[in-house]
């Protein structure tokens, strides 16, 4: 028998599998003996986000429709990396997709475990710089998708008041946030960041 932390698992079955997600029902027993089962989420490509920052402070969020929650939702350009590929190059790929923008500059920022009760999923977030204009082709299901340029502090903003609850774009912008106040920036960009809109 195998333990994962202080459960002991007796038996796991796998419920549900198509290509980006297993749903597994684990038959567990607590140190006390009690038995349950514990079902799980494992997610077989890690979560991507990044946060495109302009020379001048302004950040290039996107909007689309989240078909779970049904609702439109301003986020940072995100993207899933496919098994064995890196991050950076997934998320290299959806910043010219969404936001049509490619950097300069790459630099890991945050690394997170999104509803890690229940899933395994792993989201790395990315600092993009030196931005210039790039194409890529989005796929049928981003037809809806609009890229808007905006002063970072209204974007964060916007996640201070609940029009923006994506959990990478709140983690990501605030993380920046941080790293301005810091002195965590390279060229003065801090100062352009925290400037009020």
């Not at 002991?8 to 006390?32: C, K, Q, R």
């Not at 979560?47 to 940072?76: C, M, N």
């Not at 998708?145 to 990478?168: H, K, N, W, Y």
Request: glycine share 8%; charged share 25%; net charge negative.
């Amino acid at each position: 028998m195998k333990k994962r932390g202080t459960l002991t698992i007796h038996a796991g079955t796998s419920l549900f599998a198509n290509p980006w997600i297993e749903l597994t029902a684990y038959d567990v027993s607590a140190p006390s003996g009690r038995r349950f089962d514990y079902t799980t989420v494992d997610f077989k490509r890690a979560a991507t986000g990044v946060v495109p920052l302009h020379d001048d402070g302004t950040v290039t969020l996107v909007g689309q429709h989240r078909f779970p929650l049904d609702i439109f939702s301003w986020e940072l350009p995100e993207g899933g990396a496919e098994p064995g590929e890196p991050p950076l190059e997934a998320i290299k790929r959806e910043l010219a997709e969404e936001a049509s923008l490619a950097a300069g500059t790459w630099r890991e920022i945050l690394k997170m475990h999104l509803s890690n009760s229940v899933t395994n999923e792993v989201a790395y977030l990315f600092l993009a710089t030196g931005l210039t204009a790039a194409t890529g082709e989005r796929d049928d299901t981003e037809a809806d998708l609009v890229a808007r340029r905006m002063p970072f502090q209204e974007a964060l903003a916007m996640c201070l008041d609940g029009r923006i609850t994506d959990s990478l774009t709140v983690a990501g912008l605030l993380r920046v946030h941080q790293m301005a106040v810091a002195g965590d920036l390279p060229d003065g960009l801090g100062a352009r960041v925290l400037k009020a809109p």
